[in-house]
C-alpha cells in the first residue's frame, strides 16, 4: 500500500482518497486491494478516548504502508487533536499538520482559521460541535496533551503552519515536509492534494450517469439547503415522507432524475424505505451530501467499498460501488458544507455529459 488514508466521516474519507486516482479505493468493510486506501473511524462525535481508541485499531489493521494521511475536517469539527495525538504515539511520529483548503475558503492567518472570510468561532461549523476558538493550536490542546507548535517548533510532536492563505502555500508546505523526509502528516483534503500531485498519481476514470439520477441529503448545512433550492430548477425536490417517497419512484422508473432533502433523525426510523426506494428504481447513480447520510445509507445497502473515480470538482468525490444490490452503480458524494450553491447542478451536467 503507496498511502493510509484516515478520516474520522465517510465523505471525508472519499473526498480525499479520490484525489489519489487510479489505484484507490475507500474501505467500508473486508480486505483492502488498492494502492491507496481510504478508511473512516466514523469517530467525529465520539469522546476523545474513544476516538484514539478507532484510531489505534486502523493503525494496527494496516501497518504497511509508505505514507500516512490523516484527514481532518477543514473546520476542525471533531476530536482533531486526540486523534492526531495518537497515531504519533503508536509510530513514535511527529506530525506536520494544517486543515487550510483555500478552494473551498478554509485559510490560516498567523494560526487562525478563517471559513470563507470568517474567524471560525462565528461561523454555523463552531456551533455544531461547540468551538470557542478560531486559533488551530488552542482547538489542538483542547483534546492532547502532546506538544503542539507552529512549524519552526522543532521539539512539537504536532507541527501546524502559521499561514496557508493560497494554494502556492500548501506546496510549499509539501515541499517541507517532503525534505524532511516526514511520510506522516495530516490535514484537510487540501493538503491530500499536494502529497498526490508529488507522488505522481494518474488520475482516475471517468465516472457518468447514463439514466436517471437520484440526489440524497439528510444534512441541516446551511449550504446543502442552498445548493438544493439552487438543483430544484431542473430536479424536483421531495421531502421524505409518503408522498416524497412515492413521487421520486415513479419520475426515477420514468427515467427522470429526483432528489430528496430530509431531516436524517428522522429518517433513520424509516430507512428501510429509503433503501428500498434505490433499490427498486435503480437509478444510474447516487448523489449523497453529508458523511451521516451516506453512511446510513450505504451500510443499509451493503456496501463493502468504493472504487475511486475522477473528482467532478473540488470537494466532490466520485466512484463506484463495490458489493450489495447496487454494485457497480455510479456515487458521488460531497461533505454538506462543500461548494459553492450551484455546485450540485454543475455535478449534474458533468455526470450527464450535459455541456
Same mark, same amino acid.
Given at each position: 500500500?503507496?498511502?493510509?488514508?484516515?478520516?474520522?466521516? =465517510?465523505?471525508?474519507?472519499?473526498?480525499?482518497?479520490?484525489?489519489?486516482?487510479?489505484?484507490?479505493?475507500?474501505?467500508?468493510s473486508?480486505?483492502?486491494?488498492?494502492?491507496?486506501?481510504?478508511?473512516?473511524?466514523?469517530?467525529?462525535?465520539?469522546?476523545? &478516548?474513544?476516538?484514539?481508541?478507532?484510531?489505534?485499531?486502523?493503525?494496527?489493521?494496516?501497518?504497511?504502508?509508505?505514507?500516512?494521511?490523516?484527514?481532518?475536517?477543514?473546520?476542525?469539527?471533531?476530536?482533531?487533536?486526540?486523534?492526531?495525538?495518537?497515531?504519533?504515539?503508536? =509510530?513514535?511520529?511527529?506530525?506536520?499538520?494544517?486543515p487550510a483548503?483555500?478552494?473551498?475558503?478554509?485559510?490560516?492567518?498567523?494560526?487562525?482559521?478563517?471559513?470563507?472570510?470568517?474567524?471560525?468561532?462565528?461561523?454555523?461549523?463552531?456551533? &455544531?460541535?461547540?468551538?470557542?476558538?478560531?486559533?488551530?493550536?488552542?482547538?489542538?490542546?483542547?483534546?492532547?496533551?502532546?506538544?503542539?507548535?507552529?512549524?519552526?517548533d522543532? #521539539?512539537?510532536?504536532?507541527?501546524?503552519?502559521?499561514?496557508?492563505?493560497?494554494?502556492?502555500?500548501?506546496?510549499?508546505?509539501? &515541499?517541507t515536509?517532503? #525534505?524532511?523526509?516526514?511520510?506522516?502528516?495530516?490535514?484537510?483534503?487540501?493538503?491530500?492534494?499536494?502529497? @498526490?500531485?508529488?507522488?505522481?498519481?494518474?488520475?482516475?476514470d471517468?465516472?457518468?450517469a447514463?439514466?436517471?439520477?437520484?440526489?440524497?441529503?439528510?444534512?441541516?448545512?446551511?449550504v446543502?439547503?442552498?445548493?438544493? @433550492?439552487?438543483?430544484?430548477?431542473?430536479?424536483?425536490?421531495?421531502?421524505? #415522507?409518503?408522498?416524497g417517497?412515492?413521487?421520486?419512484?415513479?419520475?426515477?422508473?420514468?427515467?427522470?432524475?429526483?432528489?430528496?432533502?430530509?431531516?436524517?433523525?428522522?429518517? =433513520?426510523?424509516?430507512?428501510?424505505?429509503?433503501?428500498?426506494?434505490i433499490?427498486?428504481?435503480?437509478?444510474s447513480?447516487?448523489?449523497?451530501?453529508?458523511?451521516?447520510?451516506?453512511?446510513?445509507?450505504?451500510?443499509?445497502?451493503?456496501?463493502?467499498?468504493?472504487?475511486?473515480?475522477?473528482?467532478?470538482?473540488?470537494?466532490?468525490?466520485?466512484?463506484?460501488?463495490?458489493?450489495?444490490?447496487?454494485?457497480?452503480?455510479?456515487?458521488?458524494?460531497?461533505?454538506?458544507?462543500?461548494?459553492?450553491?450551484?455546485?450540485?447542478?454543475?455535478?449534474?451536467?458533468?455526470?450527464? &455529459?450535459?455541456?
Amino acid at each position: 500500500m503507496r498511502v493510509l488514508i484516515i478520516a474520522d466521516d =465517510l465523505t471525508g474519507a472519499l473526498d480525499t482518497t479520490c484525489r489519489f486516482g487510479k489505484g484507490s479505493a475507500v474501505l467500508l468493510s473486508g480486505e483492502a486491494d488498492a494502492d491507496f486506501v481510504g478508511v473512516t473511524t466514523d469517530s467525529r462525535l465520539l469522546r476523545p &478516548e474513544e476516538a484514539r481508541s478507532r484510531v489505534r485499531e486502523i493503525l494496527n489493521l494496516f501497518p504497511s504502508w509508505q505514507y500516512l494521511y490523516k484527514k481532518v475536517d477543514s473546520t476542525m469539527r471533531g476530536n482533531v487533536g486526540a486523534e492526531l495525538g495518537e497515531i504519533c504515539e503508536f =509510530l513514535n511520529a511527529e506530525m506536520p499538520f494544517t486543515p487550510a483548503y483555500p478552494e473551498q475558503g478554509r485559510i490560516v492567518i498567523d494560526g487562525t482559521l478563517y471559513v470563507r472570510g470568517k474567524l471560525l468561532e462565528e461561523t454555523s461549523y463552531a456551533k &455544531e460541535l461547540p468551538i470557542t476558538s478560531s486559533n488551530i493550536l488552542e482547538i489542538l490542546r483542547s483534546t492532547t496533551n502532546l506538544r503542539v507548535g507552529y512549524w519552526e517548533d522543532r #521539539d512539537a510532536m504536532i507541527r501546524t503552519f502559521r499561514n496557508i492563505r493560497e494554494r502556492r502555500d500548501l506546496s510549499e508546505a509539501m &515541499e517541507t515536509i517532503i #525534505d524532511e523526509g516526514l511520510r506522516v502528516m495530516g490535514g484537510s483534503a487540501g493538503l491530500a492534494i499536494e502529497l @498526490s500531485e508529488f507522488l505522481g498519481c494518474e488520475r482516475g476514470d471517468e465516472v457518468r450517469a447514463h439514466g436517471p439520477v437520484l440526489f440524497l441529503s439528510g444534512s441541516g448545512n446551511e449550504v446543502t439547503r442552498e445548493q438544493f @433550492s439552487v438543483l430544484a430548477r431542473e430536479v424536483p425536490v421531495f421531502g421524505y #415522507d409518503e408522498e416524497g417517497i412515492r413521487s421520486s419512484r415513479r419520475r426515477l422508473l420514468e427515467g427522470a432524475d429526483a432528489a430528496m432533502l430530509f431531516d436524517l433523525g428522522k429518517a =433513520l426510523k424509516g430507512i428501510r424505505e429509503l433503501v428500498d426506494l434505490i433499490i427498486d428504481s435503480r437509478p444510474s447513480a447516487l448523489v449523497v451530501v453529508g458523511g451521516e447520510t451516506l453512511r446510513a445509507v450505504l451500510r443499509q445497502l451493503e456496501v463493502s467499498a468504493i472504487r475511486m473515480g475522477s473528482y467532478p470538482e473540488d470537494g466532490v468525490a466520485a466512484g463506484w460501488i463495490v458489493g450489495g444490490p447496487l454494485d457497480g452503480t455510479p456515487l458521488i458524494s460531497k461533505a454538506g458544507g462543500f461548494g459553492d450553491p450551484e455546485t450540485l447542478l454543475r455535478v449534474l451536467r458533468i455526470i450527464k &455529459e450535459l455541456g
